[in-house]
């Protein structure tokens, strides 16, 4: 049962990623013109088309992220994604 709850764990952001990675963000600090181009590209790179979700933890997309963003890790480009939404939306993206 371990390898079952391991499949449905789905990563936490405090914002949906397409706001949390959005475009000024992916074209300054990465290779890629927006979230959903990095997911594919990792996925065509490791030949996981065919996979829903990503393990944001493995080695291989921390490679990923230091090798095609401007970060060292995932965890450095997380948290440098929510220390900007955080600027940009103090309140929530509902509340300007």
Do not use: C
Not at 35 to 43: N, Q
Not at 56 to 70: A, G, H, I, L, P
Not at 75 to 95: D, H, I, Q, V
Request: zero cysteines; glycine letters at 4%; hydrophobic letters at 40%.
């Amino acid at each position: 049962m371990k390898g079952f709850s391991s499949f449905f764990m789905i990563p936490y952001f405090i914002a949906p990623p397409s706001i949390l990675f959005h475009e000024e963000f992916m074209k300054k600090d990465t290779d890629f013109l927006s979230w959903k181009a990095m997911r594919i590209a990792y996925k065509h790179e490791d030949h996981l088309l065919l996979t829903i979700f990503i393990d944001f933890d493995s080695d291989k997309w921390n490679q990923f992220v230091k090798e095609r963003t401007y970060f060292s890790d995932w965890s450095e480009m997380l948290k440098k994604a929510e220390e900007g939404y955080l600027e940009r939306y103090p309140y929530g993206p509902f509340n300007y």
